[in-house]
């Protein structure tokens, strides 16, 4: 079963960091493209950043320079280093993976930015 679960959301104050974390389990990790995606309340979820197999990596313009994805392939785990926090990057953040011969979402780990 292809399963992607989250963890490491929590509370932090305005310019605090977290570091968000995505473990996958049934598919050939190394082969698969994982991106994070976040919805706040009352909008669209909304693509955040993605790493490819290779290790290529690419953020969203409202998040440059803020936020960093990397990859462990050992641990099977995507990670979303998140710094410089702002209220606004208050969402549910939500992992995805595709390519590693399954295709799945995780659940969703709650980020608030609020003093």
């Known amino acids: 079963q292809v399963q992607l679960v989250e963890s490491g959301g929590g509370l932090v104050q305005p310019g605090g960091s977290l570091r968000l974390s995505c473990v996958a389990s049934?598919?050939?990790?190394?082969?698969?493209?994982l991106e994070w995606y976040r919805q706040a309340p009352g909008k669209q979820r909304e693509w955040v950043a993605r790493i490819t197999s290779r290790n290529n990596t690419d953020v969203a313009w409202f998040v440059k320079g803020r936020f960093t994805i990397s990859r462990d392939n050992i641990k099977n785990t995507v990670y979303l280093q998140m710094n410089s926090l702002e209220p606004e990057d208050t969402a549910v953040y939500y992992c995805?993976?595709?390519?590693?011969?399954?295709?799945?979402w995780g659940q969703g780990t709650q980020v608030t930015v609020s003093s």
């Open positions: 049934g598919m050939i990790f190394k082969n698969t493209v």
């Open positions: 995805y993976g595709y390519g590693g011969g399954g295709t799945t």
